[in-house]
C-alpha cells in the first residue's frame, strides 16, 4: 500500500473514539513536517466545558486557513468545514470493540491530544459509559455523517482503513517511524 502524505498539504483524520486518530496523525506529521492539530486539544476548556459554536466555528476556520496541517478529531458539526478544506480525508472505520478496547487502556495516561488540564474519566463511572456508547453507536451516526461528506465531496483523495493493521502497513510502506 503505497501512499504519499507529501502530495497532500491539508489532511483531516476522522473515526470513533479509539480508533487510533491521533495516533496515526502523530506518524503523518512526523513524516510530513505538517503542523499538528487536535481538536480536544482546541474544544474542551476546564472541566470539560465545551467551547461555544459560534466560538467554535471561528476557530476552525482559522485553524483550516493554514497552508499545511493534520487535524484529528470527529466533531461532526462542523466536520464539514474541515472536509471542504482537506485535500485528503483519511477515514479510520475500525471495529467498535477494538475501538472501546482502546479507550480503555488509556485511562490514566498523558495524552497529547488533550489539553494539560483535563483527565480522562475512570472506567467505572457515568461519564466513561456514555463515552462508551457514543463508540458503539458511532457506526450508525458518526460513520454514516463520514460517508455522506464523502459522497458529497467524492473529488477530495479518501482513504478508508477498515483495519489497524491495514494502518501500519500504509505507515511502515511509507518509511513512518513508530
Same mark, same amino acid.
Given at each position: 500500500? +503505497?501512499? @504519499?502524505?507529501? +502530495? *497532500?498539504?491539508?489532511?483531516?483524520?476522522?473515526?470513533?473514539?479509539? +480508533?487510533?486518530?491521533?495516533?496515526? %496523525? &502523530?506518524? #503523518?506529521?512526523?513524516?510530513?513536517?505538517?503542523?499538528?492539530?487536535?481538536?480536544?486539544?482546541?474544544?474542551?476548556?476546564?472541566?470539560?466545558? &465545551?467551547?461555544?459554536? !459560534?466560538?467554535?466555528?471561528?476557530?476552525?476556520?482559522?485553524?483550516?486557513?493554514?497552508?499545511?496541517?493534520? #487535524?484529528?478529531?470527529? *466533531?461532526? %458539526?462542523?466536520?464539514?468545514?474541515?472536509?471542504?478544506?482537506?485535500?485528503?480525508?483519511?477515514?479510520?472505520?475500525?471495529?467498535?470493540?477494538?475501538?472501546?478496547?482502546?479507550?480503555?487502556?488509556? #485511562?490514566?495516561?498523558?495524552?497529547?491530544?488533550?489539553? @494539560?488540564?483535563?483527565? /480522562? !474519566?475512570?472506567?467505572?463511572?457515568?461519564?466513561?459509559?456514555?463515552?462508551?456508547?457514543?463508540?458503539?453507536? *458511532?457506526?450508525?451516526?458518526?460513520?454514516?455523517?463520514?460517508?455522506?461528506?464523502?459522497?458529497?465531496?467524492?473529488?477530495? /483523495?479518501?482513504?478508508?482503513?477498515?483495519?489497524?493493521?491495514? #494502518? &501500519? &502497513?500504509?505507515?511502515? *510502506?511509507?518509511?513512518?517511524?513508530?
Amino acid at each position: 500500500m +503505497s501512499f @504519499d502524505f507529501l +502530495s *497532500y498539504s491539508r489532511i483531516i483524520v476522522v473515526g470513533s473514539a479509539g +480508533s487510533g486518530k491521533s495516533w496515526i %496523525s &502523530k506518524h #503523518i506529521s512526523q513524516e510530513t513536517g505538517y503542523k499538528l492539530i487536535h481538536l480536544d486539544n482546541e474544544y474542551w476548556q476546564p472541566g470539560w466545558v &465545551k467551547t461555544p459554536r !459560534p466560538e467554535w466555528i471561528l476557530k476552525q476556520e482559522k485553524l483550516i486557513s493554514g497552508e499545511k496541517w493534520i #487535524i484529528d478529531g470527529n *466533531y461532526e %458539526s462542523t466536520m464539514e468545514l474541515r472536509f471542504k478544506a482537506a485535500d485528503l480525508i483519511v477515514f479510520l472505520d475500525i471495529n467498535r470493540f477494538i475501538c472501546i478496547w482502546s479507550a480503555m487502556k488509556r #485511562i490514566g495516561k498523558k495524552r497529547s491530544d488533550l489539553p @494539560d488540564y483535563l483527565e /480522562e !474519566p475512570c472506567v467505572f463511572n457515568k461519564e466513561f459509559f456514555d463515552f462508551c456508547k457514543w463508540i458503539w453507536f *458511532y457506526p450508525k451516526k458518526g460513520r454514516n455523517i463520514v460517508l455522506d461528506l464523502h459522497e458529497k465531496y467524492a473529488e477530495k /483523495e479518501f482513504l478508508h482503513i477498515k483495519k489497524r493493521k491495514d #494502518i &501500519k &502497513k500504509l505507515l511502515l *510502506y511509507n518509511k513512518v517511524k513508530f
